[in-house]
């Protein structure tokens, strides 16, 4: 998960930033600090983090494993929290890390690096990256910015800020590569949260019929808002889950593929695929879609990493990892079999109300053995 507020256009104190769609949301510092800083503020959730065996081994493992970039370098940590990654930077041999965090957690970093004596090496700034200033130019940009479904949280606008403003042309991002995949999945979950919202439903009918008859008032003019709200939230938002490999029961595809050196906080604001899979399990149950990310540590072509380290958050039997993966369900499921395509179209963008927050449609068609196209289904989520 993310530490970081959004970069690009906006500033950790306010500002307006682009929805994608031609309009502005304007980005309140105090708003934005109570819905997403203050959590990465507490030792708590960073334990959280620094438990995720996954997590750390591939950020240790790219560290010490391409002390060449290191060695003798200066480092920028953007969103250090804990100061971990600041830490490493300094055990590899970097001459000056700088290490940015945007909440009081600063104050445990700056302990912390004092504790493992590296003070001489490492610089925690308290502040936002957006607002901060280096005395120099750095050679390593190091970052977990990492949201769920990978974008969620917007923090990666801030890395590519700090890219843009302090990056030597020769300098290396780690990670320097992320990909986003979607496949489709089994999973009892969608029954599930279907018998919730119709037993909300027909709690709802009661306490309708129970109004009118005791007090007096019909009620019923509600029905179909509350419907769509109790819908919204029992059915169409994605769900946090560590889905077991065989719960994946079609080829995973890729829906976005990110050059971390490169990209542009434009690039990222919406991301629209049209992607297909093949069904691989006989005679089974479609009932929604799984997003996951990875991110690998490559280097830069002029200067590749002598051992490239990759970090998964796919379906695992043992390595999962906190972000899980998003599960998209859809209602109701529908039977499928190997050999079955399904295409889909995904667009996700961010919310109007909440640059942190996304907006997912989803349409798919599956093509059955015959060859014929069953009729297009559409979907809407929201990965809150």
């Given at each position: 998960?993310?530490?970081?507020?959004?970069?690009?256009?906006?500033?950790?104190?306010?500002?307006?930033?682009?929805?994608?769609?031609?309009?502005?949301?304007?980005?309140?510092?105090?708003?934005?600090?109570?819905?997403?800083?203050?959590?990465?503020?507490?030792?708590?959730?960073?334990?959280?983090?620094?438990?995720?065996?996954?997590?750390?081994?591939?950020?240790?493992?790219?560290?010490?494993?391409?002390?060449?970039?290191?060695?003798?370098?200066?480092?920028?940590?953007?969103?250090?929290?804990?100061?971990?990654?600041?830490?490493?930077?300094?055990?590899?041999?970097?001459?000056?890390?700088?290490?940015?965090?945007?909440?009081?957690?600063?104050?445990?970093?700056?302990?912390?690096?004092?504790?493992?004596?590296?003070?001489?090496?490492?610089?925690?700034?308290?502040?936002?990256?957006?607002?901060?200033?280096?005395?120099?130019?750095?050679?390593?940009?190091?970052?977990?910015?990492?949201?769920?479904?990978?974008?969620?949280?917007?923090?990666?606008?801030?890395?590519?800020?700090?890219?843009?403003?302090?990056?030597?042309?020769?300098?290396?991002?780690?990670?320097?590569?992320?990909?986003?995949?979607?496949?489709?999945?089994?999973?009892?979950?969608?029954?599930?949260?279907?018998?919730?919202?119709?037993?909300?439903?027909?709690?709802?009918?009661?306490?309708?019929?129970?109004?009118?008859s005791y007090y007096g008032v019909d009620m019923s003019?509600?029905?179909?808002?509350?419907?769509?709200?109790?819908?919204?939230?029992?059915?169409?938002?994605?769900?946090?889950?560590?889905?077991?490999?065989?719960q994946v029961v079609g080829t995973p595809a890729i829906?976005?593929?990110?050059?971390?050196?490169?990209?542009?906080?434009?690039?990222?604001?919406?991301?629209?695929?049209?992607?297909?899979?093949?069904?691989?399990?006989?005679?089974?149950?479609?009932?929604g879609f799984g997003g996951w990310f990875d991110v690998?540590?490559?280097?830069?072509?002029?200067?590749?990493?002598?051992?490239?380290?990759?970090?998964?958050?796919?379906?695992?039997?043992?390595?999962?990892?906190?972000?899980?993966?998003?599960?998209?369900?859809?209602?109701?499921?529908?039977?499928?079999?190997?050999?079955?395509?399904?295409?889909?179209?995904?667009?996700?963008?961010?919310?109007?109300?909440?640059?942190?927050?996304?907006?997912?449609?989803?349409?798919?068609?599956?093509?059955?053995?015959?060859?014929?196209?069953?009729?297009?289904?559409?979907?809407?989520?929201?990965?809150?």
């Amino acid at each position: 998960m993310s530490r970081r507020a959004n970069g690009g256009t906006t500033t950790a104190g306010g500002g307006s930033t682009s929805t994608g769609n031609g309009t502005a949301t304007t980005v309140d510092k105090g708003v934005d600090f109570a819905n997403y800083f203050c959590t990465y503020a507490f030792l708590y959730h960073q334990k959280e983090m620094l438990s995720d065996r996954v997590r750390m081994d591939a950020y240790y493992n790219s560290v010490f494993s391409n002390k060449h970039h290191f060695v003798g370098k200066t480092v920028l940590d953007v969103g250090t929290g804990s100061g971990i990654l600041a830490i490493w930077s300094a055990q590899a041999g970097a001459k000056k890390v700088y290490a940015v965090e945007a909440t009081k957690m600063a104050e445990h970093a700056r302990e912390l690096v004092k504790a493992n004596n590296l003070q001489d090496v490492v610089e925690v700034i308290e502040g936002s990256i957006e607002d901060i200033t280096l005395p120099e130019k750095v050679d390593v940009i190091i970052s977990e910015w990492m949201g769920y479904f990978l974008l969620r949280e917007s923090m990666f606008d801030s890395v590519i800020c700090a890219r843009d403003r302090w990056l030597k042309p020769t300098g290396v991002m780690y990670p320097s590569h992320a990909r986003m995949w979607l496949a489709p999945i089994r999973s009892g979950l969608a029954d599930h949260k279907m018998s919730d919202y119709e037993g909300c439903m027909d709690d709802w009918h009661g306490f309708v019929t129970e109004t009118k008859s005791y007090y007096g008032v019909d009620m019923s003019v509600l029905t179909k808002p509350f419907s769509e709200e109790q819908k919204k939230y029992y059915l169409q938002n994605s769900l946090w889950n560590n889905l077991h490999p065989n719960q994946v029961v079609g080829t995973p595809a890729i829906l976005k593929e990110i050059d971390c050196l490169t990209v542009t906080v434009e690039d990222i604001l919406k991301v629209e695929a049209t992607v297909s899979s093949t069904i691989i399990k006989e005679d089974t149950r479609l009932c929604g879609f799984g997003g996951w990310f990875d991110v690998h540590f490559k280097g830069r072509n002029e200067n590749p990493a002598e051992c490239e380290v990759e970090l998964t958050t796919a379906p695992s039997v043992d390595d999962g990892t906190h972000w899980g993966q998003q599960v998209f369900l859809l209602h109701p499921p529908v039977r499928v079999t190997e050999g079955n395509e399904i295409l889909v179209n995904f667009s996700m963008s961010r919310s109007e109300e909440n640059h942190r927050l996304m907006n997912v449609d989803l349409a798919y068609e599956i093509k059955v053995s015959s060859g014929k196209m069953l009729p297009p289904v559409r979907n809407k989520f929201y990965i809150e």
